[in-house]
């Protein structure tokens, strides 16, 4: 599977271009290439992290979003949908600098898999 990375940050590119997935790298869930609007707190007291973002991508087990601040590997956040409401909680699991470091691409794990993002024909592989 090819799976074009490329995302914006008030203009800042990060381009990788196409990423080879072999089958010993497969991934738990099928990734949709969605722009959802978020917001993503941190549940950390000692932090007052609090970004309204967008989507890059999204599957049954987390998400990736384009963020202006680090958080560290495993900071407990919520993710919350602007149209709806809804709130899951969720870990900071990666955070990979843009090519000129002025945002961070953050890959979110949920607590517990679901079709949180509320599409309507998911993959056949989110099914609970």
């Known amino acids: 599977m090819v799976l074009p990375l490329r995302f914006d940050c008030e203009g800042v590119r990060l381009g990788r271009g196409p990423v080879e997935r072999s089958g010993s790298d497969s991934r738990r869930s099928t990734r949709l290439s969605?722009?959802?609007?978020?917001v993503v707190t941190s549940l950390d007291p000692a932090?007052?992290?609090?970004?309204?973002?967008k989507t890059v991508v999204v599957n049954v087990h987390g998400c990736g979003v384009i963020v202006h601040e680090r958080l560290e590997s495993e900071a407990p956040i919520m993710v919350e949908l602007l149209s709806?409401?809804?709130?899951k909680k969720a870990r900071v699991v990666a955070a990979v600098p843009t090519v000129k470091g002025a945002c961070w691409l953050l890959g979110v794990a949920f607590d517990s898999p679901e079709n949180f993002w509320q599409v309507e024909k998911p993959p056949a592989d989110w099914a609970a």
């Open 47 to 53: 932090s007052n992290f609090r970004e309204e973002c």
């Open 34 to 38: 969605l722009e959802i609007p978020v």
């Open 84 to 87: 709806s409401g809804a709130r």
